[in-house]
T-cell receptor
Framework: EADIYQTPRYLVIGTGKKITLECSQT?????MYWYQQDPGMELHLIHY???????EKGDLSSESTVSRIRTEHFPLTLESARPSHTSQYLC?????????????FGPGTRLTVL | GESVGLHLPTLSVQEGDNSIINCAYS??????FIWYKQESGKGPQFIID?????DKRQGQRVTVLLNKTVKHLSLQIAATQPGDSAVYFC????????????FGQGTELSVKP
């Protein structure tokens, strides 16, 4: 069982609100990732980090931002939520004993913006 | 651009039968492939992986086959059980993608009792 946690699990919020999705892992992994996933669709990488103070944008353009001040913590922030941000957000970490390729996923945050 | 895609969006099988889920990839530089299982309301869970220097790898009730000639990957599940019902994703990792995983669309497996 992977030790990676996301909060909240579900969030319904109004347009224009600022939100932060939390992601924490206790495996000491250097690499962390944020994916966006619509129901039944593939995962799209929106942000990743290869270590503390390292953040990069992923393949899918996103209006969100991330920070990596501590190894175990990789929060994602939306400054002004819009209905187009409604989706599931999955956090993952990797780079442990299994090697760079293996990624462990959190349970996800399902975001609905009204 | 390069992509990983699955042939069938849905697959329905009878309990006890074998399931085969297919995946096509287009990046010839891909050197590592993973199958993930995602149950409703959960994040993807690692099932099995295979490196490009192999053509077959077996796990518990699962087998992954890799055909590099036609860039095809498959996941075989033996004696499919109701608990196998989920969406299955293949993902590829290529050294020319900076080590990032690229996911396919997903196949929903439904097991009939």
């Amino acid at each position: 069982e992977a030790d990676i946690y996301q909060t909240p699990r579900y969030l319904v919020i109004g347009t224009g609100k600022k939100i932060t999705l939390e992601c924490s892992q206790t495996m000491g992994h250097d690499k962390m990732y944020w994916y966006q996933q619509d129901p039944g669709m593939e995962l799209h990488l929106i942000h990743y980090s290869y270590g503390v103070n390292s953040t990069e944008k992923g393949d899918l353009s996103s209006e969100s931002t991330v920070s990596r001040i501590r190894t175990e913590h990789f929060p994602l922030t939306l400054e002004s939520a819009r209905p187009s941000h409604t989706s599931q957000y999955l956090c993952a970490s990797g780079g442990g004993v299994g090697g760079d390729n293996e990624q462990f996923f959190g349970p996800g945050t399902r975001l609905t913006v009204l | 651009g390069e992509s990983v895609g699955l042939h069938l969006p849905t697959l329905s099988v009878q309990e006890g039968d074998n399931s085969i889920i297919n995946c096509a990839y287009s990046n010839s530089a891909s050197d590592y492939f993973i199958w993930y299982k995602q149950e409703s309301g959960k994040g993807p869970q690692f099932i099995i992986d295979i490196r490009s220097n192999m053509d077959k790898r077996q796990g518990q009730r699962v087998t992954v086959l890799l055909n590099k000639t036609v860039k095809h990957l498959s996941l075989q599940i033996a004696a499919t059980q109701p608990g196998d019902s989920a969406v299955y994703f293949c993902a590829e990792n290529a050294y020319n993608q900076g080590g990032k995983l690229i996911f396919g669309q997903g196949t929903e497996l439904s097991v009939k009792p």
